[in-house]
């Protein structure tokens, strides 16, 4: 038992930048370390889009629903993911994304994914929380767009899209993943594009 207390008299930082809540019983954890992910340390825009809310509650990327904001994610993975995972996902220096074999099988959830991205993982996978976190769940949406593999194991997937699955193709031409095309996404159902 304390028999002393002692009071600390703290100021209260009046900030204007939202502090990422996280409503999921389970933090978010480094995929390889296990250590706790401090999502505050993402930059301060895209913090507090509905997508990001929602994810922060559920654990569920409400992107993977929207094909209205896939151009964005595109565009984010082309910049950001291709040079290493391959233009489709397909794999190059790092593993592929466009199949059912994860090295961390808990990329198949949207939260594991997620902590993947944003914390990193060995090597050349590293931290990506230089992505707001609204386009951290824009370029999940794309990798899962990106999929081939057998829809039995991909949880992701609604039973809609389940039903009207069709791996995906690589279109002809280059008239896509374009920062034009990109920046059309609208913003008030998308979020910022980064400056
Ligand atoms: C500099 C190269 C490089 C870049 C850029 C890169 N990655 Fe990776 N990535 C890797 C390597 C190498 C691995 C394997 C790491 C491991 O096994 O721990 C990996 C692993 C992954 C995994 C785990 C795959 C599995 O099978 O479980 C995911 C998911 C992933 N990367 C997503 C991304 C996304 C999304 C981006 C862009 C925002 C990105 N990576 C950018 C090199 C890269």
């Known amino acids: ?32 370390t296990g250590e706790i992910l401090d999502l505050n340390t993402a930059p301060k825009e895209g913090r507090d889009t509905e997508a990001v809310k929602k994810f922060l509650e559920t654990g569920h990327n409400p992107y993977n ?36 074999y994860w090295t961390y099988p808990k990329n198949k959830t949207d939260k594991g994914l997620f902590e993947t991205i944003f914390g990193g993982a060995q090597g050349m996978m590293g931290p990506h929380n230089d992505l707001q976190l609204n386009e951290t769940l824009l370029v999940m949406a794309w990798i899962r767009h990106l999929y081939t593999g057998p829809v039995e194991d991909a949880p992701w997937l ?9 791996p995906y193709t690589l279109p002809e031409g280059s008239d896509h993943g374009t920062i034009e095309q990109a920046s059309a996404a609208p913003a008030d159902k998308c979020g910022p594009m980064a400056k």
């Open 1 to 32: 038992m304390k028999k002393f207390t002692r009071r600390l008299l703290a100021g209260v930082a009046i900030v204007s930048v939202p502090l990422v809540a996280l409503a999921l019983d389970e933090p978010f954890r480094n995929t390889v």
């Open 65 to 100: 629903e929207d094909a209205t904001c896939l151009p964005r994610g595109e565009y984010l993975y082309l910049s950001s993911c291709s040079g290493c995972h391959g233009h489709v996902a397909e794999g190059k220096v790092g593993p592929g994304l466009n199949d059912n």
């Open 158 to 166: 609604t039973k809609e899209q389940k039903a009207s699955f069709k």
